[in-house]
């Protein structure tokens, strides 16, 4: 008996940890959530409907990308294809952790599947490198649950602020500004900056194609000239030290 309530104990402490670890990521996401929501109202997109994107899509990246694809009026498979396409990251994330939550029922994995954005799996990789992991997923779930929470009232609150602003005031300039914050932070090398690149140019190039294809175009020209870029690199490190 004293055994169980030590081992609830512990997994509520790495639950409470979970959430004040992601506390201070969450200065940088209030701000883009009430920015989502501000521009989904500005695009058109019911409140109701806007919301909606928050809850199921959860995915900041995938939500500015899909507010801008329903502003152009682009076709509904064009928008679902694009954010498929731009959430293809979260495959590597469930790569990476999946090893220490293969155990769990799945419920517990389906949950943690549900909150592993990129924010929440910054923070949980870091837990995941401890040598004890047997309650890891009591702190992955109180990080991504802070996450979820904070990225749904700072939506509803955009939502809220953005049907209040006169429609002379055109947000629409908010959404290449908010894109370019996100894209500055991640140019750190070679292959990454030649993606963003070779995907602006690409993009610029075919930015008059139907359906909006010019964008994913883009993203596919991007990821594949950052993946060979980065493959060329670490063959050429392996040549090095095999020379040495």
Do not use: C
């Amino acid at each position: 008996m004293a055994s169980v309530s030590t081992e609830n104990l512990a997994a509520r402490r790495e639950f409470v940890t979970g959430i004040r670890d992601q506390l201070p990521l969450l200065l940088g996401v209030v701000p883009f959530g009430m920015i989502f929501g501000a521009l989904a109202v500005a695009a058109g997109i019911p409140p109701l409907a806007a919301q909606g994107l928050s809850f199921f899509v959860f995915a900041g990246s995938a939500q500015f990308l899909a507010v801008g694809l329903i502003a152009a009026n682009a076709p509904a498979l064009v928008i679902v294809l694009t954010i498929l396409i731009v959430n293809l990251r979260h495959m590597l994330y469930s790569a990476s952790v999946a090893p220490y939550f293969s155990h769990l029922p799945l419920r517990w994995r389906g949950a943690i599947a549900w909150l592993l954005t990129d924010e929440a799996f910054a923070v949980a990789s870091v837990r995941l490198q401890q040598a004890d992991t047997r309650l890891a997923h009591w702190y992955t779930l109180g990080t991504g649950l802070a996450l979820w929470a904070a990225w749904q009232a700072s939506s509803a609150l955009g939502i809220l602020l953005g049907a209040r602003v006169p429609e002379s005031w055109s947000l629409e300039f908010a959404l290449p500004l908010t894109f370019l914050a996100l894209l500055m932070p991640t140019l750190k090398d070679r292959p990454a900056v030649a993606a963003a690149v070779v995907g602006g140019l690409v993009a610029v190039v075919l930015g008059g194609a139907p359906y909006r294809l010019g964008l994913i175009s883009a993203i596919l020209a991007g990821v594949a000239v950052g993946m060979v870029w980065e493959m060329r690199g670490k063959s050429r490190s392996d040549l090095t030290r095999e020379a040495a």
